[in-house]
């Protein structure tokens, strides 16, 4: 089978490199990929916002199954697209229904969406920007600290926690008056829940659904979770707090009403649902819905999943992924996220790399990073993602922080902690 991988980050190179393994795939095609993806298929100048496109490659390369990486082409309906089109409706698409994606595309759809399924998550209003002055006097009475979230996509940067009256009066405004552009055309307002967060990945066909290793990732750009948010500076898995007792509340609480909810209202929903959770003394709350899968968690996540994943994906494209069973790799992955210098803020692009060579137990997933002649040089904020197994956290943090020092590339920054704040629990 050909199969098409839409985006260029390190989740579709972990894609890549997993999907080749299977002895179902002929060829994989990556757009528009980077300069990590082109080790497993062939890289695309396509946009994958660009369906036209997109379509023609599908049809030119006989390409029998699409995985969607990141959430804009499924916000924008590339699957309602690919089923309204004649040509294009036999091929498998691994993704949301563009409505099934609003879980993502729109914070307040998602809490309405859990408050009318009795999905546990935390007390919320929505404001405007002609409902300003309602939002300003909301927070007046609000206890502190409080969490804003643009109600669209704004690259992982849209969520901030205000500790004070006045930070949250003066965020509110900003982001009402275009902070995150449309993004933040509507906030909503959302209680703080203290707790630890945590990562579940569902694999769903709609009715049924299987579960990945669980994980958990880190946002703060500072070692000790101190700075400002990114898109993710690394992940472990397993998370060694999450035990059988917390999945099976996590079940029965959240992922079944979930599935359970997306059916009854008739929402298509083929593809990943990724849960942001938060335990709360002991249980579980909703902090937010993704429509695809985490990045950096992808890379944690699929060295630990020793199943075919291509099969896997067919299976959901066939109704039938309860009949899949999933295996784990009982040992732990770290992932450590390679950034440039100034990120989350201004940086440059353009850096030569030198990356060395993988060692046994150890993986590369390129991020942001393209050729350039015969040179690999850095394309992003987020570089590389260095994945290591271990026995523990520590062995697993001490192989991928080896690998991390020898990779060179000027500005480079990455925290060193990653996981070792659960490696005593």
Known sequence: MQVLILGSGGRENAFAWKIAQSPLCTHIWIAPGNAGTMKFGTNVAINPLDFAAVKQLVLDKEIGLV???????LVNGIRDYFQSDVALIDVALIGPSKEGAQLEGSKAYAKTFMMECGIPTAAYREFSFNTMAEGLAYLEDHEMPVVLKADGLAAGKGVLICVSKTEAQTELKAMLEGKFGQASSKVVIEQFLSGIEFSVFALTDGKNYQLLPVAKDYKRVGE???GLNTGGMGAVSPVPFVDKAL???VEEQIIRPTVACLQRRGIAYNGFIFFGLILVGQ???VIEYNCRMGDPETEAVLPRMQNDLLKALLAVDQGTIDQEIMIEDPRFATTI???SGGYPGHYSNGKLMEIPAEEGDTMHFHSGTIISGTD???????VLAVTA??????????KANRIALQVQFEGKNYRKDIGLDLSSI
């Open 67 to 73: 995985l969607v990486g990141p959430e804009e082409p």
């Open 224 to 226: 000790g979770d101190t």
């Open 247 to 249: 999945m099976d509340k």
């Open 283 to 285: 249980d579980p709350f």
């Open 337 to 339: 996220m390679l950034v």
């Open 376 to 382: 690999i040089v850095t394309n992003g904020g987020r």
């Open 389 to 398: 197994l271990g026995d523990t956290i520590p062995q697993a943090l001490a």
